[in-house]
């Protein structure tokens, strides 16, 4: 199972990125693909997931409309999909290092994490 983070970048505040999460080598069916991020010095924290169908989104106060999450699904491929994270009006205070995750939707914890993308934004 791969998750391949990409995306992340030096931008400035109020900016926009796009991150993505390509999810390979599993069947996808059925999990919850998310988003997390870890700043320098603190712990990590949850940003966003998404259910399998894109009909579920749940997102952190913190970043609750600024950030969409998506997904695309490879038609008639459910071990192939991306994730997508669309950050708007960005802010110094999202400046972390942010990975993609996956989790069986009947599991508490993600199973399987991506190797993190660096988003700086510079005030």
């Known amino acids: 199972v791969q998750l391949q983070a990409s995306g992340g970048g030096l931008v400035q505040a109020g900016d926009s990125l796009r991150l993505s999460c390509a999810a390979s080598?599993?069947?996808?069916?059925?999990?919850?693909m998310g988003w997390f991020r870890q700043a320098p010095g603190k712990e990590r924290e949850f940003v966003a997931h998404i259910d399998w169908s894109g009909g579920s989104l749940y997102y952190a106060d913190s970043v609750k409309g600024r950030f969409s999450i998506s997904r695309d699904n490879a038609k008639n491929d459910d071990t192939k999909n991306t994730v997508y994270l669309q950050m708007n009006s960005l802010k110094p205070e999202d400046t972390a290092v942010y990975y993609c995750?996956?989790?069986?939707?009947?599991?508490?914890?993600?199973?399987?994490w991506g190797q993190g993308t660096l988003v700086t934004v510079s005030s």
């Open positions: 995750a996956a989790r069986y939707i009947g599991s508490v914890d993600y199973t399987y």
């Open positions: 080598g599993r069947t996808f069916s059925g999990f919850l």
